[in-house]
């Protein structure tokens, strides 16, 4: 559990400071070591133990005891699959700006703070 | 399958389906519009269904799958969600319609009408789903979606706004997703009727669980980025006005309201137990939302920008009137909202129509139109002067019902706060009616451009028409909306319907 702990706050720190940087490159890793970060809470939002799986074993009618419980688990399946859709978008929309504004600074990227 | 399930269940699955017909019909300019025509009406008469239904009973709900809650994932629809699903569709049909005329063929082709679609879908489904990890999905379908629209085209204003729009908006979808998973660590449950029932109980005599509190707070912080709260809402004006009219008037009638509702469902069904620190901390957010967007909006000088940083302004009344926590504060709320959601898609709506008559959305370079388009300007009267709060307009009735909640419980600050917010208002309109219509075009102003068809005329004004009308009729008549947010005030404040509709009988 500790070590778990540890390793999603190291996430998230790494994660959001990548993404208060300027350059949009790092942005993305940011996004992704963020997203990594969250999927891992949800997965130990149900604890963390040593069982079998959650299945109920032919022949039997209940789960045997102690079992992990099942739901983080597909909680966790329905997250990563949105968020790696969400980051390969993100990736192609990072692309495009970098391309039209020919720079990798986001300070630079402000012609809609501006009036024309 | 009852008719109960099925009125819960089509504001969701109509999008669906005219989304992958559009998307099927993408080749066929013609049958893909009247497929798209057909989504808006067919899911603006299931969301009248469901008021009706509603209204009748109470709320209704649904088990998808037949799994019994808390176990399933539900469907449910109290006054509130019933409310917010017919003003919604209603957006969807009047700024679909307007789309046809606005929208060009690229866009279209490119799925323009399947995104529209789908963006609805996301916004029905958060307001009627019954569990937080659903809502968090119907967020992510919704964000999809909206990132998408914004970036459609791909000038690089649009890139870059929606870069911005996209970071932050995914950036509260990960703060929401963590708060999920710790709420469930901590309750077992993400039903939220049965949180309510878990988080009212388990308060001892020590306060609340510190813990706890740290979610609320995550939570707030989650839907404050994606309502536009002070001081989170610096992704909306950024990307607001980059893309078409169409995509712009949805996304400020809709999309902040949606985190409006998740706010007004999470601190009034889940976060009660310590109401003294979190609603006052609304309280807060809720005046120096609505100071900061209105002094944003004065040193704009183009018409979309001045209208988005409105939209973070009136904002601020909406969590007012939850702040209060009253009956009456959230009657307002609601009020305030519906209100809202008309008025300022609308004002979008006339705000395409003056860059496309005038040439261009700086109002520096626009002028005259009073007497080139007097319709117009009459048109922009209306919502405009009721976003200020203006009689006998629909804006009077809304805030004044939230101020009126306010002096009920001795708020004489905020609601000193909201009359100032008013005035400045006032003045914002005032500003974009004599630049854009009273004051001579400028000389060296944009060209003028090609006059509107005629079937794209009616298009472009049947919409902003109706929206007028109907704000000016809510003005005269405010009853029947002002006991309809009573209602729905009502059984947020004692959600005894609401759990009864979700796990039965049990409950009493």
């Known amino acids: 559990m500790l070590v778990m702990a540890l390793l999603i706050g190291a996430l998230v720190a790494i994660g959001l400071y990548l993404m208060l940087r300027r350059s949009v490159a790092k942005l993305i890793f940011g996004i992704v070591l963020l997203s990594h970060a969250v999927n891992l809470i949800v997965f130990s939002s149900g604890g963390l133990l040593h069982a079998s799986s959650p299945v109920i074993e032919a022949g039997e009618t209940m789960l045997a005891q102690p079992h992990p419980d099942p739901l983080p688990h597909a909680l966790v399946l329905t997250a990563i699959v949105i968020g790696f859709s969400v980051q390969a978008f993100a990736i192609v929309l990072i692309k495009r700006a970098h391309q039209e504004a020919e720079t990798d600074d986001f300070d630079r990227m402000d012609t809609t703070e501006r009036d024309v | 399958m009852n008719s109960i399930s099925l009125v819960l269940i089509l504001p969701v699955v109509i999008p669906l389906t005219a989304a992958l017909l559009t998307l099927a019909f993408r080749n066929h300019y013609r049958?893909?519009?009247?497929?798209?025509?057909?989504?808006?009406?067919?899911?603006?008469?299931?969301?009248?269904?469901?008021?009706?239904?509603?209204?009748?009973?109470?709320?209704?709900s649904v088990q998808i799958g037949g799994w019994p809650a808390p176990h399933g994932i539900t469907f449910v629809a109290d006054r509130l969600s019933a409310l917010m699903v017919l003003v919604s569709s209603a957006m969807g049909l009047a700024v679909g319609l307007y789309s046809l005329a606005d929208i060009c063929r690229a866009r279209e082709h490119y799925g323009h009408h399947t995104l529209f679609h789908v963006l609805l879908m996301g916004v029905n489904g958060a307001f009627l789903t019954g569990d937080i990890f659903n809502l968090y999905v119907w967020f992510e379908v919704m964000l999809i979606a909206s990132f998408v629209l914004v970036t459609l085209g791909g000038q690089r204003g649009q890139l870059e706004g929606g870069l911005k729009y996209m970071t932050l908006n995914l950036l509260g979808s990960i703060i929401f997703l963590a708060s999920v998973a710790l709420l469930y660590s901590q309750t077992g449950t993400l039903n939220m009727a049965q949180l309510h029932l878990v988080l009212s109980q388990g308060v001892g005599d020590g306060g609340a669980d510190p813990l706890l509190l740290t979610i609320a707070v995550l939570l707030l912080i989650a839907f404050g980025i994606k309502a536009a709260v002070f001081p989170l809402f610096m992704w909306l004006p950024t990307s607001y006005h980059t893309p078409p009219t169409a995509v712009s008037a949805i996304f400020a009638g809709l999309l902040t309201k949606v985190g409006v509702y998740a706010l007004i469902r999470a601190f009034t069904l889940l976060f009660t137990f310590e109401v003294g620190w979190t609603h006052e901390l609304l309280l807060w957010i809720a005046g120096l939302t609505m100071v900061s967007g209105v002094l944003g909006a004065m040193v704009?000088?183009?018409?979309?920008?001045?209208?988005?940083?409105?939209?973070?302004?009136?904002?601020?009344?909406?969590?007012?009137?939850?702040?209060?926590?009253?009956?009456?504060?959230?009657?307002?709320?609601?009020?305030y909202i519906l209100h809202h959601i008309v008025v300022k898609t609308n004002l979008f709506l006339i705000g395409g129509i003056i860059t496309r008559t005038g040439g261009a959305s700086e109002l520096s370079r626009i002028g005259g139109l009073m007497r080139t388009r007097p319709v117009l300007a009459g048109l922009f009267l209306i919502p405009g002067l009721s976003l200020a709060g203006i009689p006998p307009l629909s804006g009077f009735w809304a805030k004044f019902s939230v101020i009126k909640a306010s002096l009920e419980v001795d708020g004489w600050v905020i609601a000193a706060v909201a009359l100032a917010v008013g005035l400045l208002t006032l003045f914002s309109m005032m500003k974009i009616w004599s630049e854009a219509f009273w004051k001579p075009a400028p000389e060296d102003g944009a060209p003028a451009p090609a006059p509107m068809t005629a079937a794209t005329g009616v298009l472009a004004y049947g919409p902003v028409v109706v929206l007028a009308l109907v704000t000016v009729v809510i003005g005269l008549y405010p009853a029947w909306l002002a006991d309809q947010a009573a209602a729905a005030a009502q059984q947020l404040m004692q959600p005894d319907a609401y759990l009864h509709a979700v796990l039965g009988e049990a409950v009493r």
Do not use: C, P
Request: charged share 5%; no cysteine.
């Open chain 2, 300 to 335: 704009q000088g183009s018409v979309r920008r001045i209208l988005s940083f409105h939209i973070v302004s009136q904002i601020g009344y909406m969590v007012m009137g939850l702040a209060l926590f009253t009956v009456a504060g959230l009657a307002g709320a609601v009020f």
């Open chain 2, 31 to 60: 049958a893909q519009r009247a497929a798209s025509v057909a989504g808006w009406a067919g899911l603006f008469g299931v969301s009248v269904w469901l008021l009706l239904a509603v209204q009748g009973q109470g709320a209704l």
